[in-house]
């Protein structure tokens, strides 16, 4: 005789999802349906627009029937969407820079593959040495292309990598600066911040674009690019210190002083036992403040660099293409939702492979 099977358990399946997240009562289940009704109300049209009546091939504006999207606006331009002005005989270097980061990311992301140390490591100090060298040439036999042909998705991912790689171990240091019972480091970490934190970040890139050359030699020359990320860094490594700073004021003084107590110095302490644990727990502001970060690239615009956005709308002034505004930012804002919605989302991976409250 075989053993009595176990009742159907209605909980797991679709079926079990929809009855224990949407119906698991009269009144959930009326807000499910208006909810339902109301999406399919406001989706219908905007998927009939986009998807159905829209327009992909051709390359031209004549490809486009007028009926739906003309996503032939976009497709047309992608190459300069992608890399701006950069010249075409060399754009096969941002393809090899961006293929590598690619393949980074994924490496450091995917939990199962090996070396992640080194490759964190060479992604820290040894990317950034090829990417200036692919980028901006000038050695090795490539042609120098100067900053001011980048544009498009590569500007906006290079101000985006160096300002986020730059600003957390520079937010981390001031953090703890702030926290130092040294009074001299103290007050310069505390000035810093709050004057960081206390401009916006246009006046930033304004200061950096504009009124920065007023004040040094003539011989001195910095580009562009280079004042606009370095403002950038130190503009968001205020708010990654004050983030930062949220998380140690949460650790027990417990933990500081069991260090003290085995012999550990200022340093070790810091880094084998306080921060690990701080860190830890502001991944959400941390990551934030990444998001937004990102968002904010938009900004170098108004410093003449041509970021994402600014290519797409440089394109909108051809009149060629001109009464498809819609489709350049509806792409525009995909391209941003697609990066900020990976970092939030690699984010809650990450809390959940370091949480220890079970």
Request: a positive charge.
């Amino acid at each position: 005789m075989l053993d009595p099977r176990p009742a159907p358990d209605m909980r797991h399946g679709v079926v079990g999802w929809l009855r224990t997240r949407l119906f698991n009562g009269p009144v959930n289940s009326v807000v499910s349906l208006v909810v339902l009704a109301v999406l399919v109300w406001g989706l219908t049209p905007l998927v009939q627009w986009a998807l159905i009546d829209a327009d992909w091939i051709g390359t031209t504006r004549d490809a486009c029937s007028g009926e739906g999207a003309c996503w032939v606006f976009i497709s047309a331009r992608f190459e300069t969407i992608v890399y701006g002005f950069y010249p075409d005989a060399a754009r096969f270097r941002v393809d090899i820079t961006l293929a590598l980061l690619a393949v980074l990311i994924a490496w450091l992301v995917i939990p199962r593959l090996p070396a992640k140390p080194w490759v964190g490591a060479f992604a820290l100090v040894g990317f950034p040495i090829i990417a200036y060298v692919l980028l901006l040439g000038g050695h090795f036999g490539l042609a120098y292309v100067p900053t001011r042909e980048w544009g498009g998705l590569m500007l906006t991912l290079t101000v985006a990598t160096v300002g986020i790689v730059g600003s957390l171990p520079l937010g981390v240091i001031l953090a703890l600066g702030r926290r130092s019972k040294m009074p001299l480091v103290k007050s310069l970490s505390v000035v810093f911040i709050e004057f960081w934190r206390g401009v916006p970040l246009i006046t930033v890139l304004f200061m950096a674009s504009v009124m920065l050359p007023l004040f040094v030699p003539d011989e001195v020359e910095f580009d562009k690019l280079l004042r606009a990320l370095i403002g950038i860094m130190f503009f968001w490594s205020a708010y990654m210190a004050e983030v930062v700073r949220g998380g140690l004021q949460a650790i027990p003084k417990g933990q500081e002083e069991a260090a003290k107590a085995l012999g550990l110095g200022y340093w070790r302490r810091m880094g084998l036992i306080v921060l690990p644990q701080a860190l830890k727990l502001v991944i959400p502001g941390i990551v934030n403040t990444f998001i937004a970060l990102f968002k904010d690239t938009s900004l170098v615009l108004i410093i003449g660099l041509f970021d994402l956005l600014a290519i797409i709308r440089s394109g909108l002034t051809d009149t060629n293409w001109l009464g498809f505004a819609t489709e350049g930012y509806v792409f525009a804002a995909l391209m941003f939702w697609v990066f900020c919605f990976s970092m939030s989302r690699y984010s809650q991976v990450l809390e959940r492979k370091l949480h220890r409250g079970h």
